[in-house]
Nanobody, 120 residues
Framework: QVHLVESGGGLVQPGGSLRLSCVTS????????MGWFRQAPGKQRELVAD???????NYVDSVKGRFTISRDNAKNTVFLQMNSLKPEDTAVYYC??????????????WGQGTQVTVSS
């Protein structure tokens, strides 16, 4: 079984910063791409950023220059540093990881989500 647990969400004023973390635990062989999605009320879930196990990153245009994704492979953890936060960044943030659990099985696994609210 594989579990992803997020932390670091909360309430912050516009212009502030938050750092999200997501730890993967359980039984698996390898973690490939890890990343973060978000879903705001009434909107579809969107990819915010992801990072390969080689460190190649990808960001949605709306967060470029403000958010930074990173990972610690030794700790099976992915981070999302969010700076210059805007009210439109308010959403539930979900981490995911593409994981090989057996020699023939690779699947995406998801965390439970953490709320980020940007408001004065």
């Amino acid at each position: 079984q594989v579990h992803l647990v997020e932390s670091g969400g909360g309430l912050v004023q516009p212009g502030g910063s938050l750092r999200l973390s997501c730890v993967t635990s359980g039984s698996f062989f390898s973690i490939y791409t890890m990343g973060w999605f978000r879903q705001a009320p009434g909107k579809q879930r969107e990819l915010v950023a992801d990072i390969t196990n080689d460190g190649i990153t990808n960001y949605v245009d709306s967060v470029k220059g403000r958010f930074t994704i990173s990972r610690d492979n030794a700790k099976n953890t992915v981070f999302l540093q969010m700076n210059s936060l805007k009210p439109e960044d308010t959403a539930v943030y979900y981490c995911y990881a593409n994981i090989r659990t057996t020699a023939w099985s690779v699947n995406d696994y998801w965390g439970q989500g953490t709320q980020v609210t940007v408001s004065s």
